[in-house]
């Protein structure tokens, strides 16, 4: 097996900050001073990073990662699309599975990987404190085993975020008392860098160097608070491999689309005439023009080798941000690898139909608004179909609808209403990707399946934090299985107390 020099370095910082026996890390939140777009603000970090530390591990893999909070407020790190099994005391949303850590408090979190393979995220649970403090999580074939697709030259994750001028606690509280959306975020960016069509920016805008003639995987993660993405490179089609650490048959396209929650990996061929490209993220969103950011975050794809590149670089087509015909056809095109390898393992007998309506504005009668969440208490084993239906009270609005503790089949996505008579035959019985987020259209429907083979308190949410913070959230609570293997584990000795 060709070993690319990504993984090589993957395992040096493997070996080097955790052997197999002592697979431990570091996470020191602190505020540090970082200046993006002429303006200077303290930001809550990881360790100083901005996006912060990239996780390396193999499949399967356990891990430690001791968090000391050195910030001046509470904090949570989550372990985006790991399910943890059995292991709720380490998945993070604060006051659903830990009371928060405190400022000058430190954590112990166990991360247990088990059929994860590809990319994911951590980041912040608590409030809106994950606008900083995240990262990406690699997660290698095991050793002696490979990917589906021919070995990558190198590879990088590609984390989309969004930077606002304003303090993101400010934000926050300014945000939740009015009602209304939050003020427009200043910038979108790559990797922390909001690139040259922002003011203040060409000099940091990120770089990424190729080499004509290799393969790269970009390993793409959308952080963003709350907006969805459209992706492209210049001249360069990507080859999508996988999403939320799952492979999937690969397909070809030049756009994609990406909502916040998700990762997407694919395959960059450097196999166009040596110069500059751009690549670049711009929004999708169902708002009106003026209730967000419209500008466009790039960074730079450059070959090496002796040649006076063109300027400015070759830009990328992108949709309009109100193209839902471009973006709902991406995520679509998803289809699981089902093959010996990675078979899959959808629940065919149902025993649990659930249907949850998903809308952010309510009717109310005599000034009675019956809001509230109902948590869903399952049996061990079950076998669940939920249905999401969008519905449009006044205005609707997508959403990416995420998980914890599961990864789950997407059976089916469709628009309008869903028909519990037609649409059901519709379902992709023989592929369907394996998800943690799942984007539902705007006035559309997902119909997912999974089994609740995992004890414990999840959380599921809208992954737009404006509409989690609204409401837009509820709980799974698996009971334990008969066996001592099938029921929780014992919680860690130093969980945080409130
Ligand atoms: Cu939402």
């Known amino acids: 097996m060709k070993v690319s020099t990504s993984r090589l370095i993957g395992f040096f910082l493997l070996f080097f900050y955790h052997c197999e026996a002592c697979a431990y890390y570091k996470f020191v939140v602190k505020e540090v001073p ?44 989550h372990w985006h699309g790991v399910r943890q099994p059995r292991n709720p005391w380490s998945d993070g949303p604060e006051y659903i599975t830990q009371c928060p850590i405190q400022p000058g408090e430190k954590f112990r979190q166990k991360i247990i990987f088990t059929t994860e393979e590809g990319t994911l995220w951590w980041h912040a649970h608590s409030e809106w404190s994950r606008a900083t403090v995240h990262g990406a999580m690699v997660i290698y074939p095991k050793m002696g085993t490979s990917y589906p697709f021919p070995e990558p030259d190198a590879e990088i994750p590609i984390i989309l975020g969004q930077w606002w001028k ?60 709350s907006d969805s993405n459209f992706f ?11 999403s939320d650490a799952s492979y999937l048959k690969p397909f070809e396209r030049s756009i994609i689309s990406i909502a916040p929650g998700q990762t997407i990996d694919v395959l960059l061929e450097a196999n166009q005439s040596p110069n500059h490209y751009y690549m670049a993220a711009s929004v999708y969103t169902v708002l009106f023009k003026g209730l967000f950011n419209n500008t466009t975050t790039t960074a730079i794809v450059e070959y090496s080798g002796n040649y006076t590149p063109s300027w400015p670089p070759a830009f990328p087509f992108l949709p309009l941000y109100n193209d839902s015909q471009a973006y709902d056809n991406f995520t679509e095109s998803f289809r699981s690898l089902a093959d010996k390898e990675h078979p899959i393992d959808v629940p065919m007998e149902i025993n649990t139909h659930l249907f949850y309506t998903i809308s952010m504005n309510s009717l109310c009668k005599d000034n009675f608004c019956p809001v509230g969440t109902k948590a869903m208490i399952l049996d061990y084993n079950s076998t669940v179909e939920l249905l999401f239906q969008g519905t449009s009270l ?37 592929d369907p990707p394996l998800q943690n987020t799942v984007h539902v259209p705007k006035n559309g429907w997902a119909a997912i399946r999974f089994r609740a083979d995992n004890p414990g308190v999840w959380f599921m949410h809208c992954h737009f934090d404006r509409h989690m913070t609204w409401g837009m959230n509820t709980v799974f609570i698996v009971k334990n299985g008969k066996s001592p293997e099938t029921k929780l584990l014992p919680p860690p000795p130093d969980m945080p107390p409130c």
């Open 34 to 77: 970082y200046t993006r777009l002429c303006s200077t603000k303290n930001i809550l970090t990881v360790n100083g990073q901005f996006p912060g530390p990239t996780i390396y591990v193999q499949k399967g893999d356990t891990i430690f990662v001791d968090v000391y909070n050195r910030g001046s407020y509470n904090v949570t790190i």
């Open 166 to 225: 304003e303090d993101i606690v400010m934000l926050y509280e300014t945000f939740l008392p009015s009602g209304n959306i939050e003020n427009v975020s200043n910038a979108y960016t790559i990797n922390g860098q909001p690139g040259d069509l922002y003011a203040c920016s060409k000099q940091e805008t990120f770089r990424f160097n190729v080499e004509r003639g290799l393969t790269y995987l970009l390993r793409i993660v959308n952080s963003c608070i």
């Open 232 to 242: 492209s490179i210049a001249n360069h089609n990507l080859t999508v491999v996988g």
């Open 394 to 430: 006044f205005r609707g609005s997508d959403h990416p609808i995420h998980l914890h503790g599961f990864s789950f089949y997407v059976m089916r996505i469709g628009l309008g209403n869903f028909d519990k008579d037609k649409d059901p035959s519709t379902y992709n019985l023989v």
